[in-house]
Nanobody, 130 residues
Framework: QDQSVESGGGSVQAGGSLRLSCEADGYTLDYYPIGWFRQAPGKEREGIACIGSSGTGATTVYSDSVKGRFTISRDKYKETVYLQMNNLKPEDTAMYYC?????????????????????WGQGTQVTVSS
């Protein structure tokens, strides 16, 4: 069964940085668009970033809530997708998940819809203190 594996979470102070990693278990990461999502306590899961497959030029899409602060990238040879998070804010505190988009090899340019993704991981916790 396909699954994604997230790592890199932790606790930081506001203004700090973290880099999350996403690896694949059971599928070839480079073939699929990969999305990052987050879910804060009591809130719905939110799509925040997507990167297309290497074959589509690895184009990226961001939610307004993280645009300009977070950067998604992929290393084809390490078979890893990263989420570099800078200038973290307390409202970024959440469980972060990655998943693969099963629809096409590109990201949906309009929105990062949760229902378009599968192979969810267990998540990695990010806590930002003020």
């Amino acid at each position: 069964q396909d699954q994604s594996v997230e790592s890199g979470g932790g606790s930081v102070q506001a203004g700090g940085s973290l880099r999350l990693s996403c690896e694949a278990d059971g599928y070839t990461l480079d073939y699929y668009p990969i999305g990052w999502f987050r879910q804060a306590p009591g809130k719905e899961r939110e799509g925040i970033a997507c990167i297309g497959s290497s074959g589509t030029g690895a184009t990226t899409v961001y939610s307004d809530s993280v645009k300009g602060r977070f950067t998604i990238s992929r290393d084809k040879y390490k078979e890893t997708v990263y989420l570099q998070m800078n200038n973290l804010k307390p409202e970024d505190t959440a469980m972060y998940y990655c998943a693969k988009r099963g629809v096409t090899s590109a990201c949906n340019p309009d929105y990062i819809w949760e229902y378009e993704y599968n192979a969810w991981g267990q998540g990695t916790q990010v806590t930002v203190s003020s």
